[in-house]
C-alpha cells in the first residue's frame, strides 16, 4: 500500500530500514538501529577517535538530552551541561529523528560549526549555543599528586585499555611521590561508560579476589560472570570513589564492585543508573542492530538498572546561587521513557542530595573532601595497628 499510493516513490531497502528503526525505537532508550556509517562510528568511539563536539547522549521523548559532555571536548569548552535537552541542530528540530540520526548531524568535519539550540532547566527560553567541531582524542586516563603520597586519577570514559592505562598512570605517581601511594581518589564524575571490558579492567586492579560484575538476561548466552584476577595494586591503601548523577553504565560497574567488597569510599550523588547491556548484530548490509540483551549485577546481586549506586557520603557542597529544589538538569536512567525496570523492584525513593560540584577559587571542593576522607582513614588504620 505504502509503496502503491504514498506521494513520493520509495524502495523496499528504505521502508525495511524505517521499519527496523521504529520497532527498536519503540524499545528502551539504549536500542537502536545504525546505519552502516553509525556502525563504524562505534568501532571508532571505543579505540578513544573520532570527529565531532564530544557528547554522550540518548533519546528522550523526541529530543535529546546530554548524559555527561567529556572532558576536554568541544562540548565541555562550549559550556553544555548534564542534562541540557538539544531540541535543534543547525536550525532544524530533532523531533521525528532516531538517535543515530541526531548524532550523525552533529558529527563532522574537524573545523567546521554547529548550532544547538538547548533547553536548560532554570532557564526560561531556550537559546543557541554554536560549538566548533573538532578530532575528539580521549584521553581517558588523567591523574595527579595531591599531597605527599595522596593521588588523584580521573578516568572521563572507559575505552579498550583503560585499565592499562590507569595502571601506568598509577606507576607514574608512585614515582614521583618516591614510594607506594598512601591513598587514591578515583573520579568517576561525569563519566558516561562505555567498554565492559574496560570498567573490568580497572575494578580488577582494586580487588583480589571475588565477583566483579555479572550479566543476565534472557538467552542462556547472555549469561557471564567476571572474576577479579590480580593483586590489590595499592596493597590495600584507602580509596575514595567520586561519583555523580552524570556517572553512568560502566563507571557504575566500577562503583558497585568497589562498594560491595567494601574497598573503596563512594562520595558523591547518586548515579544515573544505566544497568543494561547492549549487543551489537551486524546485518549483511553494513548496518547494526544495537539491541538490550541483558542486565549488570553487582557482585553481591544489586540490579543497577533505574535505581544507580547510591554513594556511601552524600556530598554536602557549597551552593553558589542555588535556588531551593534547583537539580542542575541532572537526568537518571529512570528520567528516560521506556527505560527497563529494576528486576529486583528495589526502591527508587529519592533522597537528600545537593547539586554537582560548584568550584570555589578554583578548588574542587569534593576532591578536597575525599582527601579529607584519605587522611582520615589512614590514621584510623594506624590506631588500629598500635
Known amino acids: ?42 568501532n571508532i568511539d571505543t579505540r578513544g577517535e573520532f570527529g565531532g563536539l564530544g557528547l554522550e547522549v540518548t533519546l528522550e521523548d523526541g529530543v535529546i538530552r546530554v548524559v555527561a559532555p567529556m572532558d576536554g571536548t568541544p562540548a565541555e569548552e562550549a559550556g553544555i551541561h548534564s542534562g541540557d535537552l538539544i531540541i535543534r541542530l543547525d536550525g532544524v528540530a530533532v523531533r521525528g529523528q532516531a538517535l543515530d540520526q541526531a548524532v550523525e ?38 591523574g595527579k599528586l595531591l599531597e605527599a603520597r595522596f593521588a588523584y586519577t580521573r578516568i572521563s570514559q572507559f575505552q579498550s585499555g583503560t585499565g592499562a592505562s590507569l595502571r601506568r598512570q598509577l606507576e607514574r605517581l608512585e614515582e614521583q611521590a618516591d614510594g607506594p601511594l598512601s ?9 558516561p561508560g562505555g567498554v565492559l571490558d574496560g570498567a573490568i579492567e580497572v575494578s580488577d586492579l582494586f580487588l583480589s579476589e571475588g565477583v566483579i560484575v555479572s550479566t543476565r538476561g534472557r538467552a542462556a548466552d547472555s549469561a ?72 549488570y549485577y553487582t557482585p ?27 537539580t542542575h538538569g541532572g537526568i537518571r536512567e529512570s528520567d528516560l521513557a521506556g527505560h527497563l525496570e529494576n528486576e529486583n523492584g528495589a526502591s527508587n525513593e529519592t533522597v537528600d542530595e545537593t547539586a554537582p560540584a560548584e568550584r570555589l577559587q578554583d578548588r574542587d571542593f569534593e576532591i578536597g573532601e575525599a582527601l579529607n576522607l584519605l ?10 595497628d598500635q
Open 300 to 326: 553481591n546481586n544489586r540490579s543497577i538498572q533505574a535505581t544507580g549506586i547510591q554513594p556511601d557520603i552524600v556530598s554536602r557542597q557549597l551552593e553558589l546561587a542555588t535556588s531551593p529544589g534547583t
Open 1 to 42: 500500500m505504502i509503496k502503491a499510493d504514498y506521494v513520493e516513490p520509495m524502495d523496499d531497502e528504505t521502508l525495511l530500514r524505517d521499519a527496523v528503526r521504529g520497532m527498536l525505537g519503540g524499545l528502551d532508550p539504549h536500542s537502536s538501529y545504525l546505519d552502516p556509517d553509525s556502525f563504524r562510528e562505534i
Open 105 to 142: 548531524r552533529m558529527r563532522g568535519e574537524p573545523g567546521s560549526a554547529i548550532t544547538l539550540t538547548i533547553l536548560r532547566e532554570g532557564v526560561e527560553a531556550p537559546f543557541d549555543v554554536t560549538v566548533k567541531r573538532a578530532i575528539i582524542q580521549l584521553q581517558s586516563v588523567r
Open 224 to 295: 557471564f560472570t567476571f572474576n577479579a584476577t590480580g593483586r590489590d595494586v595499592l596493597s590495600g591503601a584507602p580509596l575514595v570513589v567520586l561519583v555523580n548523577r552524570g556517572s553512568a553504565s560502566a563507571s557504575e560497574i566500577v562503583a558497585g564492585a568497589l562498594q560491595d567488597h567494601q574497598r573503596g569510599l563512594i562520595l558523591g550523588a547518586k548515579t544515573f543508573g544505566k544497568g543494561s547491556v547492549q549487543t551489537i548484530l551486524p546485518m549483511k548490509n553494513g548496518a547494526a542492530l544495537k539491541l538490550t540483551t541483558a542486565r
Open 183 to 191: 591513598g587514591l581518589v578515583l573520579d568517576l564524575r561525569n563519566n
Open 375 to 384: 587522611k582520615g582513614m589512614v590514621i584510623a588504620r594506624r590506631q588500629v
